[in-house]
Every structure is written in structure tokens, then in C-alpha cells.
């Protein structure tokens, strides 16, 4: 009997963390981005474009991950005629390997 309300509580506890850790990259990015990337990542006033940005479509996932955790600002700054920078903790590390994951992905289609 133990045993059988253990295991109701293991699958109780596993169907309520796996949503909470799927990710979704295209969510995400409607949620957190389209602000300053726009809605398709054509780029805004406050954000340069993601879609045919040759830094997403050839660059290393390890780079485009390491912008979205850090930001971008200052001197670091890419695009100087943007007056606001990239901002960081915008997401977590899973987070963001799902964003890398839609923005070489789906996005460029
Ligand atoms: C407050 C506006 C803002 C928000 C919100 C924002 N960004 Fe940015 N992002 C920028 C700006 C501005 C830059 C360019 C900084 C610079 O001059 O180098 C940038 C740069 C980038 C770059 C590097 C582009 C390149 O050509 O080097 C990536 C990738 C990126 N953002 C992805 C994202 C993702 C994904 C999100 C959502 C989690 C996001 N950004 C949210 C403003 C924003």
C-alpha cells in the first residue's frame, strides 16, 4: 500500500515540473523579445533585426547564448544608432538555449 501511494506521488510531482521545464522557444520570444525585436524579428527602433541577421544565421549558438544572458551595452555596444542596449537576466540558461534553438530555426524561415 506504501509503495502504491509512493508512486502516486512520484507521477503527482513529474506531471505537474515537466511543463514548468519545456520551454518553448517561440513563446518565449513573443513573451520576452517582440518588444524590441518585433513580432517576426524584423527589428525595431530599440532592437536590430533578428531574421537574415547574418550574426544569428552563421553564428555559433555559444555566441548568440552568451548575448542573451549577459546583454549587450556599453562599449560592447554593436550598434551605436540603437541608443538603448541589450539587456541581461532576461532568461534563464534553458531559456535561452531554447530561444538560440527558434531563432536559427524557425524564425529564419
Ligand atoms: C529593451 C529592448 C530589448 C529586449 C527586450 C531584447 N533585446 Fe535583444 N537587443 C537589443 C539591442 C538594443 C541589441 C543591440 C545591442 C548592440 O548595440 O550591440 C540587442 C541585441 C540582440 C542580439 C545580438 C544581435 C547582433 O546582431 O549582434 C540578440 C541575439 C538578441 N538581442 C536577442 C534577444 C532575445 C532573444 C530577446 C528576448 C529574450 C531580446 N533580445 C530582448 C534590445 C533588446
Do not use: W
Amino acid at each position: 500500500m506504501r509503495r502504491i501511494v509512493r508512486s502516486f506521488i512520484m507521477i503527482g510531482c513529474l506531471a505537474v515540473s515537466a511543463p514548468a521545464l519545456a520551454a518553448d522557444g517561440a513563446k518565449l520570444f513573443a513573451e520576452k523579445c517582440v518588444a524590441c525585436h518585433g513580432p517576426k524579428g524584423e527589428g525595431t527602433p530599440t532592437g536590430p533585426a533578428q531574421k537574415g541577421n547574418p550574426f544569428i544565421t552563421k553564428g555559433k549558438p555559444a555566441d548568440i547564448k552568451k548575448v542573451l544572458m549577459e546583454g549587450r551595452a556599453g562599449v560592447a555596444k554593436k550598434y551605436p544608432d540603437i541608443l538603448v542596449g541589450m539587456p541581461d537576466g532576461l532568461v534563464s540558461a534553458t531559456e535561452a538555449d531554447e530561444l538560440v534553438k527558434f531563432l536559427q530555426g524557425e524564425m529564419q524561415k
